[in-house]
């Protein structure tokens, strides 16, 4: 069964720290893989997205990293700033089903003054 | 601008009723998708579409029924058979192979009264 598994489950910051969110999956056969930010009440935005050659991919202060041998991913967040709180939500498209999704939980991130 | 348009934003339902999500977009898009979210847990596939006139179940597709009719539409239908409508429903849509260009709606939540 296709699985995103996604840590912390939550995570309270400072303003100007630096944060890094986990994800581990199971899907098969992989197509690509996904970070979306989720505003409450809103629907998902893109941040990345990065097939299976791809290791590292930037959108500003936001930075994935993708290791398909051990099947995991991480999203970096620099110097945050209060409108990062939001959740994020790791994705990964299976090469089947349409290329239909397979979400993580997400993990909701507060960022304070 | 392209995009996917959800209406309507907040919908009300008496038990036992039909309801019917309205999902268009303009991207041009073959492939089409429902998906349900629940607090606390990922988005669940219900069903999805990849060319007009077809359409298939997904993760959770009882009490629920779609058709695509037209490329740009993809309505879902939320009948008296399922037994927790309440959550916030999701389309997206995106470019067939490989799922690029996948985006998503702004949602429409569903309360059941």
């Known amino acids: 069964k296709n699985q995103v598994e996604q840590s912390p489950q939550s995570l309270i910051i400072l303003e100007g720290k630096n944060c890094t969110l986990q994800c581990n999956y199971t899907v098969s056969p992989f197509s690509n893989l996904r970070w979306y930010k989720q505003d409450t009440g809103r629907g998902p935005v893109s941040l990345t997205i990065m097939t299976f050659s791809e290791n590292t991919k930037s959108n500003g202060r936001y930075t994935a990293t993708l290791d398909a041998d051990t099947k995991q991913s991480s999203l970096h967040i620099t110097a945050s700033q209060l409108s990062d709180s939001a959740s994020y939500i790791c994705?990964?498209?299976?090469?089947?089903?349409?290329?239909?999704?397979?979400f993580g939980k997400g993990t909701s991130l507060l960022v304070t003054p | 601008d392209g995009g996917i348009t959800q209406s309507p934003k907040y919908l009300f339902r008496k038990e036992g009723q039909n309801v019917t999500l309205s999902c268009e977009q303009n991207?041009?898009?073959?492939?089409m998708y429902w998906y349900r979210q629940d607090p606390g847990q990922g988005l669940r596939l219900i069903y999805y579409?990849?060319?007009?006139?077809?359409?298939q179940k997904g993760d959770i597709a009882e009490g629920y029924s779609v058709s695509r009719e037209k490329k740009e539409s993809f309505p879902l239908t939320v009948t008296s058979a399922q037994k927790n409508p309440t959550a916030f429903y999701l389309c997206?849509?995106?470019?067939?192979?490989?799922?690029?260009?996948?985006?998503f709606g702004s949602g429409t939540r569903l309360t059941v009264v």
């Open positions: 991207l041009n898009h073959d492939a």
């Open positions: 579409s990849q060319i007009v006139n077809d359409f």
């Open positions: 997206a849509s995106s470019i067939l192979v490989g799922g690029y260009g996948y985006t």
């Open positions: 994705v990964v498209s299976a090469a089947n089903s349409g290329y239909a999704l397979n």
